[in-house]
């Protein structure tokens, strides 16, 4: 079964300022996708960005990029120019590549790390 | 385009009462999905849907039942509530398997 790890709980930030959050998945598939979701106070899940396992280039999405390690199975998010409606509960979610299997259609989701902005 | 909605926003049972949590969406997805959030947990899938008249469970279906009569609509029933089942409620639907899962707002439940 698939995993995905957030080691990093909590992270704070200043305005303006990069931050970058850590995300490791384990996984026997070559293919499958992985996504970060935004959850701020309101509770609502926002996709922030998309990868899919076979492009080596890593996405992007203005002011938010990944740092996409297919081998070291690590996919990080960075926030450049971090404003305080970044602000909120970051997930990191993988999707198995496969079209069928009831395993194969959920996202598995990291426990979450908290984003705070400063002023 | 409203996308994924859900009814209620936030509602109170009690132990052993039933209640169904509408989920409806706007953008002709063939794949929805019903996913529950714990308190500081990621989301866990409970049902999904491949199209109209099609259901499976997911990872933790039990005390729960869904249908799929129309592909706007996907509701989740819950039977005999219980404290266990306090959780955020998320529905969700995709175009597509592969494609990207797009969350309603949530419905708060919370079983006293």
């Known amino acids: 079964a698939q995993t995905v790890t957030q080691s990093q709980p909590e992270m704070s930030v200043q305005e303006a300022e990069t931050v970058t959050l850590s995300c490791t998945y384990d996984t026997s598939e070559s293919d499958y996708y992985l996504f970060w979701y935004k959850q701020p106070p309101s509770r609502q899940m926002i996709l922030v960005i998309r990868q899919e396992a076979y492009k080596q280039q890593n996405a992007t999405e203005n002011r938010f990029s990944v740092n996409f390690q297919k081998a070291a199975k690590s996919f990080s998010l960075k926030i450049s120019d971090s404003q305080l409606g970044d602000a909120a509960m970051y997930f990191c979610a993988y999707r198995s590549g496969a079209n069928s299997g009831g395993s194969n259609y959920k996202l598995t989701f990291g426990k979450g790390t908290l984003l705070t902005v400063n002023p | 385009n409203a996308g994924v909605t859900q009814t209620p926003k936030f509602r109170i049972l009690k132990i052993g009462q039933s209640m169904t949590l509408q989920c409806t969406q706007d953008?002709?997805?063939?794949?929805m999905y019903w996913y529950r959030q714990d308190p500081g947990m990621g989301l866990k899938l409970i049902y999904y849907s491949v199209g109209a008249g099609i259901t499976d469970k997911g990872e933790v279906p039990n005390g729960y039942n869904v249908s799929r009569s129309t592909t706007e609509d996907f509701p989740l029933r819950l039977e005999l509530a219980a404290p266990s089942q306090t959780s955020v409620y998320f529905c969700?639907?995709?175009?597509?398997?592969?494609?990207?899962?797009?969350f309603g707002p949530g419905t708060r439940l919370l079983v006293l």
């Open positions: 953008m002709n997805h063939n794949y």
């Open positions: 969700a639907s995709s175009r597509r398997a592969q494609e990207t899962q797009y």
